[in-house]
């Protein structure tokens, strides 16, 4: 499922996913508690008083353990104050759960002379170490000390005050991104909103930390304290992966080869259908014949692996000494080898961790500092007539999240998401590079926090990139969507090829929002064709760059874009450049406007 996002003023808000899991558990305080916080539960109640709890998820009630939470589902919705709380932590409107029960939202405080507009008062933090997928039960308040209302607003309204994540800055990892007031809060009181924290299925430390923000105008205040919570997987029996193979699914022992034996066993158009688990990766593992790879029950779902509400699935996490060039492959999980296609390839369903952190200090981690980003890519494919949907890649150490060759790639509901690092030389990653497929589709995908392009091609005909979002939350990149040829006079054909619908939002930064052509990079010959329109840009430095794009008889197609402002002086990595608009066609570049015009032309020496 993709992100859905709005960039208004200096906020952004993103909404992702429909489903609600959570369940009731006893508050928690800011000293240490249990060792591993497991919380799991039930899909949730569209109750009042939250707002956006979307519509009730696919999995059963269940308990830490994985037994039916009969107990919980017999509680039934809040009512009055003093009721029980029911399994999703919501209240009837105007009321709030403690984690017990339900109780007024809204109190009395006493603003200190000179206070901010809104005042952190307390929470209740998750323990500091937690499951995967797990369900904690959170919350935070906040003071209005400010002149007027906090007026409690729909989720999806453009305007008015919610909570919003501040650590990792709107970022939605714990929580939706922007959570709605429970009620109105007059000035001189204090507000409770309930947190619905999903604990991604990402093991380490992640920084968790709220802020009080109105829409379209700025974050008030200072947020809550920021906290490291570290998610760790639970001990764990062996699972069955497929007939007579078992693995660890709670990392703690290597599962590279058990994968790859059932990989091997499965026959050419056959299924293998994991159970959902963190299985680590000590080698690469190999797909070499037409087969679909998933994870068990999860292939209806409409949320990919790492959206707010995803599904529980197969996590192939890399080992923190995972070395690729010791199979001789680009990336460690592989469809199809280095010199030889594979064809008809179904990935539903999966997440790629690279594992970044853990990996910093192995060998891999040098040869990527080196510029050999082989080493750090996640997933390397030469796949024709592939198909990746719900499908996920995270953390790459550098490289790529997934490199394409192969025609007919199709890409949907899926998330790439903090690849690599762009403040640290060759540590770049994109999340999605594909070098040439023609007739592929990406559709429906997000592009998050990627550190050299978010989604690159080198090269598609007839191609159609439809409905994506690229967004640069908390770190820069180089672009967010790029056409490209890779420095190859043998790539860069976009002939009919069709880029729309696509949302591109950079609160982080983005030298450019999307880039038409290499001339930043290399000067190789112009690409050829593709049509831009109907797409929403802003907030990069260049909100549309064509430089070097487009040939006579082969124009690119510029037209029909929502682009946002630009400054006219911003830095790119050679230096500050003068000069910019928002959309800027550099004088090599053959561009058909139909009708409308440039707002510059300056040739922009370095990305």
Known sequence: MSFLVRLLGTCLFVGLGTAFFAACGSARSEAPGPALDTDSGAAGHDAAGLGDVGSPGADAASSSDGSSDAAGDALGPCGANGQACCVDFACNAGLVCDGTKCGGAVAPYACPTGAPEAVFVGEVVPAPKIAPWSRPFASVTFANCGATTWSAVAANAPTGVKLGPAAPHDLELWTRTRIVLPADVPPQHQVTVVLAVHAPPLTGAHAYAFQIVREGTAWLGAPSPTHLLDVETVPAAPVAL??????????????????????????????????????????PVSVTKGMTLTTAGTSADPA?????????????????????ASASTRGFVRLGALATSVAQVTIDHVLVDGNRGARLGSAAATACASGNNGEGINVGANCTGCTLTGFASARALCGSGLEWDGDGIVVKNSVFWGNGDHATQNMWSDGLTIHKSDNGK?????????????????GGVNASYTNNYAGQVSQVAFAAIMLDNFNSAALGDHSGAVLTGNTVECPAGCHFGIELGPHPWYASPNIKGGTVTGNSVHGANIQINAQGTGIAGNPTVISGNDLGPVAATSAFQCGNVSGLSPLNVSAESVVDLKGGAATGAVSVPCP
């Open 442 to 458: 990406v559709d429906g995908s997000s592009f998050i926090d990627n550190s050299d392009v978010g989604f690159i091609s080198g």
């Open 242 to 283: 497929c007939a007579g193979v078992t693995a660890d699914p709670g990392g703690a022992s290597d599962a590279r080869a058990a994968i790859q034996s059932c990989l091997d066993q499965t026959p050419a158009g056959g299924t293998l259908a994991l159970p959902p688990g963190i299985f680590r990766l000590s080698a």
């Open 304 to 324: 990919s692996c790492l959206s707010y509400d995803a599904p529980k699935c197969a996590v192939f996490r890399a080992d923190a000494t995972l070395s690729p």
